[in-house]
C-alpha cells in the first residue's frame, strides 16, 4: 500500500481506523506510516501523526527511543498544529526514554501556559511533563509549583480539569 498517496488526500476517521487496522496486521508497515510524520506535505504529516496516536495507544512498545526523541525534537519547531498535536498524542502515550531534552522539557512548559497554545496542546504537554517527573522527580516541584500558581481563572475548563487530575497525582507520589 501507497501509505503517502492515501493520506494524501482527506480521509475520514473510519478510513483512518481502517489504514491503523492494515498497520496492525501488517507490522512491518509501521516504519513507512512513522516516516511520514516528517513529511514535508503538512496534511501527509497530520494525517501520519494522527494514525501514529492510534497506533502508540495499541502498540507503544513499536517506539524505538531514537523514534521517541525525533518526535520530541520535530515537535519543538513543528508550526502546523495538527502536526503539532499529534506528535504530543503520540509521546503522551509512550514510555519515554530517560534521556530526555531539555529544550523538550522547556518548551513542554511553555506550551503548557502559553494561552496561545490550543486546550489539546496544553493538556498534553501536562500530561507528558508529569510522565517526565516520574523519570526526573526532582522536576516535579517546578512542574507542582506551576500547577498550583497559574491563574486558573484564565484557562479553560479542559486545562484546568487537566490540572486538577495532575496535582492530585503528584500529591500521591
Keep these: 500500500m501507497n501509505y503517502r498517496e492515501q ?15 492494515n ?11 512513522f516516516q511520514l510524520v516528517f513529511d514535508a506535505d503538512n496534511k501527509v504529516a497530520w494525517r501520519a501523526a494522527w494514525a501514529c496516536a492510534k497506533i502508540s495507544e495499541k502498540h507503544p512498545d513499536w517506539f524505538t527511543d531514537k523514534q521517541i526523541l525525533e518526535i520530541m525534537k520535530f515537535s519543538i519547531n513543528i508550526s502546523h498544529g495538527g502536526v503539532h498535536r499529534g506528535c504530543l498524542s503520540i509521546l503522551s502515550n ?8 531539555v529544550e523538550f522539557i522547556n518548551s513542554c512548559f ?3 501556559i502559553s494561552p496561545k497554545s490550543p486546550i ?6 501536562m500530561k507528558i511533563l508529569y ?3 516520574q523519570i526526573v ?9 506551576y500547577l498550583e500558581n497559574v491563574d486558573f481563572e484564565s484557562y479553560s475548563a479542559g486545562f ?4 486538577k487530575n495532575t496535582l492530585k497525582k503528584l500529591k500521591i507520589n
Aim: charged fraction near 20%; proline fraction near 8%.
Design 7 to 21: 493520506l494524501s488526500r482527506p480521509i475520514s476517521k473510519n478510513f483512518l481506523d481502517q489504514l491503523v487496522q
Design 23 to 33: 498497520i496492525f496486521d501488517n507490522p512491518e508497515d509501521f516504519q513507512n506510516i
Design 94 to 101: 509512550l514510555r519515554l526514554p530517560n534521556s530526555i531534552p
Design 110 to 112: 511553555e506550551w503548557m
Design 120 to 125: 489539546a496542546v496544553q493538556s498534553l504537554s
Design 131 to 133: 510522565s517526565i517527573c
Design 137 to 145: 522527580p526532582e522536576l516535579s516541584i517546578e512542574f507542582k509549583a
Design 160 to 163: 484546568n480539569s487537566t490540572r
